[in-house]
Nanobody
Framework: QVQLVESGGGLVQAGGSLRLSCAAS????????MDWYRQIPGKQRELVAA???????NYVDSVKGRFTISRDNARNTVYLQMMSLKPEDTAVYYC??????????WGKGTLVTVSS
């Protein structure tokens, strides 16, 4: 069973930066998309950023220009560079991987807290 392990979360002041990483426990073949979601308690999980196998990226409007998603295919790792963080970015961030077969995997999440 593949496990996704996120790291890099923590407490940061508004305007600061964090870099999240998500590594797979073993090689995942035929990856279609790797993405990051976030969830605030009591709210639905929200897609933040995604990157497909050809490098195409998409972002939710609220993070455009501040967050950058990237991936290292050889290491089955996806990153989320977050800059100019705002208190409203506070959430648990989850890594998610989808294969061309439709099978998908979720990490357990890492907490990002942005203080004002």
């Amino acid at each position: 069973q593949v496990q996704l392990v996120e790291s890099g979360g923590g407490l940061v002041q508004a305007g600061g930066s964090l870099r999240l990483s998500c590594a797979a426990s073993r090689t995942i073949g035929s990856i279609y998309v790797m993405d990051w979601y976030r969830q605030i308690p009591g709210k639905q999980r929200e897609l933040v950023a995604a990157i497909t196998s050809d490098g195409t990226t998409n972002y939710v409007d609220s993070v455009k220009g501040r967050f950058t998603i990237s991936r290292d295919n050889a290491r089955n790792t996806v990153y989320l560079q977050m800059m100019s963080l705002k208190p409203e970015d506070t959430a648990v961030y989850y890594c998610h991987v989808v294969r061309y077969t439709g099978m998908d995997y979720w990490g357990k999440g890492t907490l990002v807290t942005v203080s004002s």
